[in-house]
């Protein structure tokens, strides 16, 4: 158990729908990342945020937003869902918000979109 | 042009054998570089990183950096049955807020 927590871990729903992917980060971590990884693309950063705040934007579709409570924990929010979208979706987490060597991944939501 | 490339596989080999993971990267502005390890279904997990040209060894892995070239190297001796996961490289570019910039990764296979 890497301390990183991601709800549900398998996801099935129709395209047009919404869907919302929870993350709790590792004990005592101010960061949390969303990486999407389909079989064609690796590894791609969505989004970070930093104590509640955006800190950093990667390849994150209109569609999809994202936002981190109080408590930290972060949801990643899919909506008008196609067939594209179909992947594993990771949350990891740090400590620090930025040059950061190494980030703690959770094991993902696998998300199929049908 | 990717900014990190990294051959995606599958490299198969026996097991016993020494394994060598490489990845090539554009930007001479990138520091510390990173091997990750993903087993299957699973999130990516921090195996070794590097600051400088050179070696750092541990165990039975060897992660080499040559920045000259832009070219990073992660052996693996010995290689055993449990060591087959995809590899990913990546580093810190420190021109994009010291995002992370992540290779495509390699699927290693480690036949018994």
């Known amino acids: 158990d890497s301390g990183v927590t991601q709800t549900p871990k398998h996801l099935i729903t129709a395209t047009g729908q919404r869907v919302t992917l929870r993350c709790s980060p590792r004990s005592g971590d101010l960061s949390v990342y969303w990486y999407q990884q389909s079989l064609d693309q690796g590894l791609q950063f969505l989004i970070q945020y930093y104590n509640g705040e955006e800190r950093a934007k990667g390849n994150i579709l209109e569609r999809f937003s994202a936002q981190q409570f109080p408590d930290l924990h972060s949801e990643l929010n899919l909506s008008s869902l196609e067939l594209g979208d179909s992947a594993l979706y990771f949350c990891?987490?740090?400590?620090?918000?930025?040059?950061?060597?190494?980030?703690?991944f959770g094991s993902g939501t696998r998300l199929t979109v049908v | 042009q990717k900014e990190v490339e990294q051959d995606p596989g599958p490299l198969s080999v026996p097991e016993g054998a020494i394994v060598s993971l490489n990845c090539t990267y554009s930007?001479?502005?990138?520091?510390?570089f990173m091997w990750y390890r993903q087993y299957s279904r699973k999130g990516p997990e921090l195996l070794m990183y590097?600051?400088s040209s050179g070696n750092k060894e541990d165990g039975r892995f060897t992660a080499q950096v040559d920045k000259s070239s832009k070219y990073i190297s992660l052996f693996i001796r010995d290689s055993q049955p449990s060591d087959s996961a995809t590899y990913l490289c990546?580093?810190?570019?420190?021109?994009?807020?010291?995002?992370?910039?992540w290779g495509a990764g390699t699927k290693l296979i480690i036949k018994p």
């Open positions: 930007n001479s502005a990138f520091q510390y």
């Open positions: 990546a580093m810190i570019d420190p021109d994009s807020n010291y995002q992370l910039i």
């Open positions: 590097t600051y």
């Open positions: 990891a987490s740090s400590v620090l918000g930025q040059g950061v060597v190494g980030y703690t």
